[in-house]
């Protein structure tokens, strides 16, 4: 039987490291604020928004939802984002996606100061990102942050490992890319053009999936020969509305040494990281 990597223990290990950090910042009259800008009647978005603000309020810092309606104009978003920027009190900013049609042409991650990016996505933190800096002095994206954290508290080692992520998207696949190759691994990008894809997670010992498409990697991707660490970024409902990974987990779990399970893995780490961002944000404006 494989070992779960569950979030659950390191969220609670973190969660009191974060409520210490923000009594200290409270002895010297700062609350860590987060605004977030959520746009129109998303369903998926009103969800993690809500999740968002309720774990960070836990553990003490303040939280705001900017709800725009969907019919707002590019001029009233860039005021709004604008008035974020100039705001001495908030550290932290966010705009969950997606936005309306009407701002789908902005470059949303470069909008928010990267003073204040706590999603990591401005351009200056992920330069930080390619030039390996020192992970204090920017924002790590949050889902590929929290994954190298998870591997951390279980101590699963990834240099000299050889890491095939499968998904190249700007939130997930990339960065991880990088902070893998930041962490001394060797990545394989994998993708929907990518030939032989078994053959090249089979070769893997730490395969990441972030495809998007209920229990899409079954047994046929893994090697039980080798004692491969499986981490599932899907977050994807199947035929019957049944929340579930990109791994068939039932076939994939028998076969490998670690994986993540669906619900309970990767997903709670996402909004870890953010919090651990924010605390970052407001200790750098001391
Ligand atoms: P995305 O932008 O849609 O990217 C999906 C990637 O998968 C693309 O690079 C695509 O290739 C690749 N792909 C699609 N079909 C494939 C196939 N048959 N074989 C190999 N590669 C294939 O998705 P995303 O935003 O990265 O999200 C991926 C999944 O992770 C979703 O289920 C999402 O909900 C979840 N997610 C979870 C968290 C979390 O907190 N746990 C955070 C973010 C995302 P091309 O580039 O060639 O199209």
């Known amino acids: 039987m494989a070992i779960q990597l569950l979030a659950k223990p390191l969220v609670e290990k973190t969660k009191k ?17 987060m605004q977030v800008i959520y746009i129109g009647d998303n369903k998926a978005s009103r969800l993690y928004t809500r999740k968002k603000k309720k774990f960070c309020e836990n553990f003490g810092a303040i939280v705001d939802i900017i709800h725009l309606p969907s019919e707002t104009t590019e001029k009233e978003f860039l005021e709004t984002i604008n008035n974020i920027n100039l705001d001495k009190t908030t550290h932290g900013c966010f705009i969950q996606l997606p936005v309306p049609t009407q701002l789908e042409h902005l470059d949303i991650g470069e909008l928010i100061s990267p003073q204040k990016d706590v999603d990591g996505f401005h351009a200056e933190n992920l330069r930080h990102l390619m030039r390996n800096s020192n992970e204090e002095l920017y924002f790590v994206p949050c889902t590929p942050g929290g ?5 951390s508290h279980y101590q699963i080692p990834v240099e000299g490992k050889n890491v095939v992520i499968v998904g190249r998207s700007m939130i997930v696949g990339k960065p991880l890319s990088l902070l893998m190759t ?6 394989t990008v994998c993708h ?5 894809l078994r053959e090249i997670t089979r070769s ?18 893994i090697n039980n020969e080798k004692d491969q660490v499986v981490i599932d970024v899907g977050i994807n409902h199947d035929q019957d509305g049944i929340l579930c990974g990109d791994i068939n987990f039932n076939e994939v779990e028998p076969l490998v040494y670690a994986i993540t399970p669906v619900p309970g893995g990767v997903g709670p780490l996402t909004v870890l990281y953010l919090a651990q961002n924010l605390l970052q944000a407001a200790e750098k404006n001391i």
Do not use: F, W
């Open 17 to 33: 490291q974060l409520e210490a950090k923000c009594k200290v910042l409270k002895e010297k009259d700062i609350i860590p604020k």
């Open 147 to 151: 994954i190298m954290a998870l591997l």
């Open 182 to 187: 930041n962490h001394n691994a060797t990545v």
């Open 192 to 196: 929907s053009k990518t030939n032989n």
């Open 204 to 221: 893997a010992d730490i395969i990441v999936s972030a495809v998007g498409k209920p229990r899409y990697l079954d047994a046929s991707y």
